[in-house]
DNA sequence: GTTCTAACA
DNA sequence: TGTTAGCA
């Protein structure tokens, strides 16, 4: 278990990823549309959204409050290629992660993810997908 | 109860 | 973008 591996696997349904994001269920799904996040699907054909998708969806927040239009901010990724994750050296782990470590990191990761929805939001969502 | 697609007073 | 309709 690496970042990179964390960082991408699919973990949110879009009603988590709405709340953590403050975007509309609307808004999330438009932007998939346009290639800005790419969730994977279910077998029931539902998105699940990873930790990188939310981060994406925060900066693409970020970028419409301060005026950026859909245009504006596909052309920005379109540069970068979609993923530009920054390369995490090859970590001299002896053993895996055991699931209760990685419970720890995933809720860390939750925390910084949504640090801008109300507490209240977080908190209450939080107990769904830890201890 | 939640999410999905498609469509528009 | 909001919102509603009809399904899964």
């Not at 970028?63 to 993923?83: A, D, P, W």
């Not at 990685?102 to 910084?112: G, Q, T």
């Amino acid at each position: 278990m690496n970042d990179h591996v964390r960082r991408n696997t699919p973990l949110f349904p879009i009603g988590i990823v709405q709340k953590l994001t403050e975007l509309t269920p609307r808004q999330i799904r438009y932007y998939e549309e346009h290639g800005l996040v790419f969730p994977t699907r279910t077998e029931g054909n539902q998105r699940l959204f990873s930790f990188r998708d939310v981060d994406r969806l925060l900066e693409i927040k970020a970028m419409m409050e301060r005026g950026v239009n859909l245009s504006g901010i596909k052309e920005i990724y379109e540069l970068k290629t979609y993923s530009e994750e920054p390369k995490q050296p090859k970590a001299p782990r002896s053993h895996d992660m055991t699931d209760r470590e990685l419970r720890k990191h995933l809720r860390k990761e939750v925390m910084m993810a949504g640090k801008y929805s109300r507490p209240s939001m977080i908190q209450g969502q939080l107990s769904r997908f830890f201890d």
